[in-house]
């Protein structure tokens, strides 16, 4: 059964430091996603990253995959109080007999302090 | 494009009730799939609907229960509610044809039991 580990699950960072959240997986997977979530809100997409070795990057976050590792890291850069939500990563494996089937790691909550 | 709906928003349930909850997907996507959020099991995955067949099924009892019309609208129902069934119900929908299984989610239906 695929496992998906989160660490840390909680992370409180002063602005302007930089960080990076990790994301685990137990089953050989190259579709990894990554989703922000406010208080009471639903799932923003972040990155979707579909190939060992993928970078993504928007604005002060930066995503990357390493199929070979079973590990994504999302590194934050530069924190401000916005980026301050639940991160979430996900496999996806993509057929076989996990059809639309998600797996999700616990979730980093994220707080930033000025 | 229009994203994906949710309907109600807000539920309010006794329990032994039963609900009916509605996802609508993006105009195009054939696939459907529901998760239950809770703070203490996080993301969990239902099922997943495409073309009118349940193609997957996570561990949940059989009072959880789904369906997806030719449209591919989709409903999930939860016959005779416990309080633990008290979630944010969130579906997304997905292409899930040349190689495009990204999720998109809706803004999900809180439901209380009390």
Redesign the interface.
Same mark, same amino acid.
């Given at each position: 059964e695929l496992k998906v580990e989160q660490n840390p699950l909680f992370l409180s960072m002063q602005e302007g430091k930089n960080y990076t959240i990790y994301c685990n997986y137990s089953t050989t997977s190259d579709?990894l996603?990554w989703?922000r979530q406010d208080p009471?809100? @639903?799932?923003?997409?972040l990155f979707?990253l579909l190939s060992n070795g993928a970078v993504k990057q928007e604005g002060r976050l930066m995503a990357s995959l390493d199929t070979k590792a079973r590990l994504s890291t999302l590194h934050i850069t530069a924190a401000v109080h916005d980026l301050s939500a639940t991160y979430?990563c996900?496999v996806?494996l993509?057929g076989g007999? @996990?059809?639309?089937?998600?797996?999700?790691g616990?979730?980093t909550i994220l707080t930033v302090h000025p | 494009k229009a994203g994906v709906t949710q309907t109600p928003r807000y539920l309010i349930k006794t329990r032994g009730q039963q609900v009916t909850l509605s996802c609508s997907p993006i105009s195009g996507h054939r696939?459907?799939?529901w998760?239950q959020q809770t703070p203490g099991q996080?993301?969990q995955?239902l099922f997943?609907?495409?073309s009118e067949t349940q193609?997957?099924k996570?561990n949940f009892p059989g009072r959880f229960s789904g369906r997806q019309f030719s449209n591919s609208r989709s409903e999930m129902n939860v016959s005779t509610l416990e309080l633990g069934d008290s979630a944010l119900y969130?579906c997304?929908s997905?292409q899930?044809t040349s190689g495009n299984?990204?999720?998109?989610?809706?803004?999900?239906t809180?439901l209380t039991v009390t």
């Open positions: 579709r996603y989703y009471g809100k @639903s799932l923003e997409s979707v979430f996900a996806d993509a007999t @996990s059809y639309g089937k998600l797996t999700f616990q979730g | 696939s459907v799939s998760y996080g993301l995955f997943e609907y495409f193609r997957n996570g969130l997304a997905s899930r299984y990204e999720q998109y989610f809706g803004p999900g809180r």
